[in-house]
């Protein structure tokens, strides 16, 4: 979710769960000027785009069709975590990710129905569910949930999401980024900088390390790591 390692727990390429478009690939057409490949096939087929927060819910009531919920947590869990994000459905949310859980207890399936919860106006029951989640994390887990909340726009709670990476897992690549992308949303570039530095230093592999140096020339160039 590439031939080099990224920034550890960046959001996949092309993926976008803020409700845009998942395209559904096909030939092109013969005798297509100006354009070619899947370009020109996309501009005669704009009717085949389909909403991404869909294909989620469709992947997720196909399962159940199929007789798959029963091993299989995560569609089911794509699917409530759309509908958490848009504040839809919610009651239908809770139920499948209720049986995300039960296939398979883990952390992003736990801080999804803290998610739901927190939508359905249940503060108290949210905070458990997160509380559970936290013990079930690792810090390449933590630290992805942050970029997601990131990429939904949800900066304040990433930002919450990263000092906590950071206060578990201090001397981890993962909280040395945690604490860059805290300092750089703040407009400490040099001290980010530094952070970016420490996270080479403890990367597990030269490929880690090398995945990191663009990271450290934008914050070089003075320039955000968020955006």
């Known amino acids: 979710v590439m031939s080099r390692v990224p920034d550890p727990g960046v959001i996949a390429p092309g993926v976008d769960t803020d409700g845009a478009t998942a395209t559904l690939a096909g030939p092109p057409r013969p005798g297509m000027s100006g354009l070619t490949g899947r370009d020109s096939w996309l501009s005669q087929n704009r009717a085949l785009l389909i909403p991404y927060g869909l294909i989620l819910i469709l992947l997720a009531a196909a399962a159940i069709l199929r007789g798959r ?21 919610l009651d239908e949310a809770l139920k499948w990710v209720d049986s995300s859980i039960q296939n398979e207890e883990r952390f ?39 970029r997601r909340l990131q990429f939904d726009k949800r900066d304040a709670e990433a930002v919450t999401i990263f000092q906590e990476v ?37 990367a ?14 934008r914050l070089q160039a003075k320039q955000d790591i968020n955006k």
């Open 69 to 89: 919920a029963q091993y299989e947590w995560d569609s089911l869990n794509q699917a409530a975590q759309f509908l958490a994000t848009k504040k839809l459905h």
């Open 108 to 146: 992003e399936n736990l801080s999804t129905k803290a998610d739901v919860l927190k939508a359905m106006n249940k503060p108290e029951d949210a905070k458990k569910a997160w509380e559970q989640a936290l013990s079930k994390t690792t810090a390449p887990q933590l630290y992805s949930h942050g």
């Open 166 to 202: 950071a206060k578990r897992y201090p001397q981890s690549p993962f909280g040395h980024l945690a604490n860059a992308r805290i300092k750089s949303a703040a407009g400490d570039f040099a001290g980010a900088a530094e952070d970016v530095k420490k996270a080479q230093a403890v």
């Open 204 to 217: 597990i592999s030269d490929q880690q390390r090398t995945a990191l140096k663009p990271m450290l020339e």
